[in-house]
């Protein structure tokens, strides 16, 4: 039987053309890529528009993945490859429990899904209608966001309702930025494919998207589980302050040390400016101008 690692190649959601680490096996190419440093593979399958997950592999008869409806499907596969790029060359954390465990991405779940989701053991991306959302995987900061989920549950474990669930929120918002620093925006390369320059979030402006980015507008609510995406915006304006005054390279590494060393499952907005100044602290010594900066930013939200 003749099987083998193959490169193919296919265009994404938004027409992109997109290099594809693949798998060839009697006479069927899979999104199976077996090229990372990990113990398992990234892999991405189909839920053929049903909710059955993780569903089918993607197949492919010639290695060109270049059909309008596997643009999902190249671009979950894509975006995947370059999280786990960034986890392990920026953070040193290999898969999303930093064991190297396979990546699974399931695209075509249900029908005109407006929406995605990590699911506890892998990725999930709805098609969106065509008027909301494009297909989501389209998106690398919304990739990194879920994926972020992943590691964010393996590290803090920050319970997702009321304000540790909006700092989960924003942790997943912030790596988005980090993957995808081109805007301040959030899903904006697959929200409403009809509208341009709209988003779904903005961490710059919060208030652009109904969220609040100070303490004073904290939404009491029961709904969405407290808020989580509404009250992010808070943390998600400290993000972009803190990232604004000492540099993406700083702020990812006062996050990610942030996340996995300080943060807990109970963690408030409070205990994340702690964790963040205890981060700069460790780096850049108590007192830096990295410290003042991000004591400065969590000020400005009203956060002490
Ligand atoms: O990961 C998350 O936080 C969101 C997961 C939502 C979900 C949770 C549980 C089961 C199913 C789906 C998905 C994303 C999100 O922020 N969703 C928001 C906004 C949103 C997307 N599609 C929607 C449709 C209707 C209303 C709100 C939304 C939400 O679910 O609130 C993250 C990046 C883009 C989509
Ligand atoms: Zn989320």
Redesign the pocket.
């Known amino acids: 039987v003749t099987a083998s690692a193959t490169s193919g190649y296919g265009y994404g959601v938004n027409g992109g053309y997109k290099a594809l680490n693949t798998y060839y096996s009697s006479g069927t190419y899979y999104l199976y890529d077996v090229t990372k440093p990990m113990s398992g593979v990234i892999r991405t399958t189909t839920a053929k528009n049903g909710t059955s997950i993780p569903g089918w592999y993607s197949v492919d008869s010639n290695n060109a993945w270049t059909a309008y409806s596997q643009g999902a499907d190249v671009d979950a596969h894509y975006n995947a490859g370059k999280v786990y790029d960034y986890y392990y060359n920026t953070h040193n954390r290999n898969s999303y429990d930093n064991s190297g465990s396979t990546l699974t991405s399931t695209v075509h779940y249900g029908s005109n899904y407006?929406?995605?989701?990590?699911?506890g053991s892998q990725m999930?991306y709805g098609d969106g209608d065509g008027s909301?959302?494009a297909p989501?995987s389209g998106?690398l900061?919304?990739v990194a966001?879920?994926l972020t989920?992943a590691v964010t549950e393996r590290t803090a474990g920050l319970q997702y309702q009321y304000q540790s669930g909006a700092l989960n929120?924003s942790m997943?918002?912030v790596f988005?930025y980090f993957l995808d620093s081109g805007d301040w925006l959030?899903?904006e390369d697959?929200y409403t494919p009809g509208v341009g320059g709209d988003a779904?979030?903005s961490l710059s402006n919060p208030e652009a998207y109904g969220q609040p980015s100070h303490m004073n507008d904290y939404v009491n609510t029961s709904s969405?589980n407290g808020g989580?995406?509404t009250n992010s915006g808070i943390p998600n304006k400290a993000g972009y302050l803190t990232i604004s005054s000492i540099g993406k390279s700083a702020a990812e590494k006062i996050y990610y040390r942030a996340l996995t060393v300080y943060l807990t499952p109970t963690s408030d907005f409070s205990d994340a400016r702690a964790a963040l100044l205890q981060s700069a602290a460790d780096y850049y010594g108590s007192g830096s101008s990295t410290y003042n900066a991000v004591a400065n930013a969590w000020n400005q939200v009203g956060v002490y």
């Open positions: 407006n929406n995605a989701f990590w699911n999930v909301t959302f989501l998106a900061d919304v966001h879920e989920h929120e997943s918002d988005g959030m899903g697959v779904l979030r969405d989580v995406h």
